[in-house]
């Protein structure tokens, strides 16, 4: 992804983005497999109504518990409430992406302190403030096998694919939740924050948020 991966992980797509020719963006993990269905229907709804983000995996901010899972993900249905859609698959526009780069510098900081984790709380975070809108959600296509040439490679489960919010986690699941959770309340809470790292060796952030100098927050 142009290099920026060593430094921002997963957030590297927001910028390898700005090389699509299309006007409609479908951003996917390396180790997803939705079925054809399941793609048309986000990049569809992204390409009636560009500013926004469409995807199938809720999460919840909160400015006192922090990050919270929103729903069973292998669920088709899931009424749940949210704030978050997981950026492991999900679509948007080449608009929105385009405007959220201009301005990741607001968050890039801190996302190459943690290699990119909570680049989708970030993504989410930006459509609230600048657009004030959450993501949408998109009901999931019923999808039952996954085929390449007519054959078969993977057996759905439930109607959907085997995605396991625990893959492809960038770090161990405690720092990951953890790290999420810290980022979850700092920006609902509205305060500014960046993350230092303190030395070379030192693999955990210090979250310190600029208007509070005597505090540190140490993930």
């Not at 793609?39 to 995807?55: D, N, R």
């Not at 608009?95 to 900081?109: C, G, S, T, W």
Request: with cysteine.
């Amino acid at each position: 992804m142009g290099g920026w991966d060593p430094m921002y992980g997963p957030g590297a797509r927001f910028l390898a983005a700005r090389s699509a020719r299309g006007t409609t963006l479908v951003h996917l993990d390396d180790d997803e497999l939705p079925c054809e269905r399941q793609v048309c229907g986000v990049a569809a709804a992204a390409a009636k109504e560009p500013i926004g983000i469409y995807g199938h995996h809720k999460r919840n901010c909160n400015p006192l518990k922090g990050y919270q899972t929103s729903g069973d993900p292998r669920r088709l249905r899931s009424n749940k409430p949210f704030n978050v859609l997981l950026t492991l698959f999900a679509a948007t526009s080449r608009a929105y992406n385009d405007i959220f780069v201009r301005h990741f510098d607001r968050y890039a900081k801190a996302l190459a302190s943690v290699k990119g984790n909570g680049e989708d709380i970030a993504y989410s975070h930006f459509l609230l403030k600048h657009f004030n809108k959450t993501p949408s959600y998109v009901e999931r296509a019923p999808c039952y096998t996954y085929a390449v040439n007519n054959t078969v490679v993977e057996t759905y489960a439930k109607g959907f694919s085997h995605m396991n919010d625990e893959t492809g986690i960038s770090s161990n699941l405690f720092s990951h939740y953890t790290a999420r959770r810290i980022i979850c309340r700092r920006l609902w809470n509205d305060t500014r924050w960046e993350w230092r790292i303190k030395g070379r060796k030192e693999k955990d952030p210090v979250l310190v948020p600029r208007n509070i100098k005597t505090r540190l927050w140490t993930i």
